[in-house]
Each structure stands twice: as structure tokens, then as C-alpha cells.
């Protein structure tokens, strides 16, 4: 059997819609998804996608929220009930909250190539916030937080492989990045305009109103 050398993620084609599991390689043209849009396998081309009914949409998107910060069920259901009980737009709270944990601030600053790669590096402690070493990726950051690297982590391969690639005007407006010293820094909380993934919120909200 001949062995598959076509783009390596076949999740996005077969859900029909990129979900941004490899991190900045969604953001190029090396995307698998804007190479092959059709699902995976020799009869990809050829195949018709079935039209998903309204839960089957609403599911799809949480589903898909729930792989680009890579948080389970019982966490992500956490997440809503918290985002409804503060006030105002609860897709935008949740959209808030998902953006201040921890591993998705370190990916956001450049200091990781993907969330996965952030979420490790904080969970082995190589990340410091105001100074004291956390190791739970689903800290939620607030205004003024610094977030730093630890000295030993600073020269790893990996770390400064993702500093390279960052473009500074790719840093969300609510945090600030200073790459000689390895920190940065919670400016404002992030807003809807700061996030820039086709998240439809409002189809997460009414799947869990019902």
C-alpha cells in the first residue's frame, strides 16, 4: 500500500472548515486545508458533504473552539457558567476567558510555535508570571500580569525558533511583548475585535441555552 504524503491535517479537511491545530502553519499558504479543502482518502474529490442540521452546527462549533484552546468538556462547560454570570455578551466573555488562560497568553507572545507546545512548557514550569513559576496551563491572567520565560528555557531550540517566526505586529493589542528580556505583559483584558479565528460564539451560546 502506497504510503500517504498529502497534508498532514486530515481533522480539518474532514470537518470542512480549518480549526487551526498547527498553530502558525494555519496562517501560511503551507495550510492543508487551503491546499485540499476536500476530505481525506482516494475518494476525497469526488465526495458530497452531508448538510449538518442547527445542533449538529452548534456542536461543530464548540467542538472546533474546543480543539483550538485544547480544553476538555467539563472545563470548557466551566468556562461558559462563568462567562454568563459576569455580565453583558456571554459568547464574548467565554471568547475572553479562553484567551487569558495561561497557555494560550504564551503562545499569543511568541514564546511557543503552537498551544500544545505552550501548555508543556508551562506545565514543566519554564513559565513565570510576576515573577513566581506557574505550572497550570489554565491559569487565567489578569491586567498587569507580566509573563515570563524561566533563564534555562530562554535558549531552548524551540523557543527561539518561535521567537523568529513571530511577527511583533502579530501580538494581540491587549498584551506587549519584549523580546530581549523574554516577558510580556497584560495590557487590557482582550475584547472580541483581539481575536481573530472564525468563531462563530453565538452558536456555542444557544447550545448550551437549551
Not at 468556562?79 to 497557555?103: P, V
Not at 514564546?111 to 506545565?123: I, K
Not at 531550540?157 to 528580556?181: C, G, H, I, M, T
Request: with cysteine.
Amino acid at each position: 500500500m502506497a504510503r500517504y504524503t498529502g497534508p498532514k491535517c486530515k481533522l480539518c479537511r474532514r470537518e470542512g472548515e480549518k480549526l487551526f491545530l498547527k498553530g502558525d502553519r494555519c496562517f501560511t499558504d503551507k495550510c492543508a486545508f487551503e491546499r485540499r479543502r476536500y476530505p481525506p482518502g482516494m475518494h476525497g474529490p469526488t465526495r458530497r458533504r452531508q448538510k449538518l442540521s442547527i445542533y449538529g452546527l452548534q456542536l461543530r462549533e464548540k467542538q472546533k473552539v474546543k480543539r483550538i484552546y485544547g480544553v476538555l468538556e467539563t472545563q470548557f462547560r466551566r468556562y461558559f457558567e462563568m462567562a454568563r454570570t459576569m455580565g453583558g455578551n456571554t459568547g464574548e466573555n467565554l471568547l475572553s476567558i479562553l484567551e487569558r488562560r495561561l497557555d494560550n497568553v504564551v503562545y499569543q507572545l511568541g514564546f511557543a510555535q503552537s498551544r500544545a507546545q505552550a501548555r508543556q512548557f508551562v506545565s514543566h514550569g519554564h513559565v513565570l508570571v510576576n515573577g513566581r513559576k506557574v505550572d497550570i496551563p489554565s491559569f487565567l491572567v489578569k491586567v498587569g500580569d507580566v509573563i515570563s520565560l524561566k533563564e534555562k528555557i530562554r535558549n531552548n531550540p524551540a523557543v527561539q525558533a518561535a521567537l523568529a517566526s513571530k511577527d511583533p505586529n502579530q501580538v494581540p493589542a491587549w498584551l506587549s511583548l519584549n523580546k530581549e528580556k523574554y516577558e510580556g505583559k497584560v495590557l487590557r483584558l482582550p475584547v472580541r475585535e483581539d481575536i481573530t479565528h472564525p468563531i462563530k460564539e453565538r452558536l456555542i451560546v444557544e447550545l448550551y441555552s437549551k
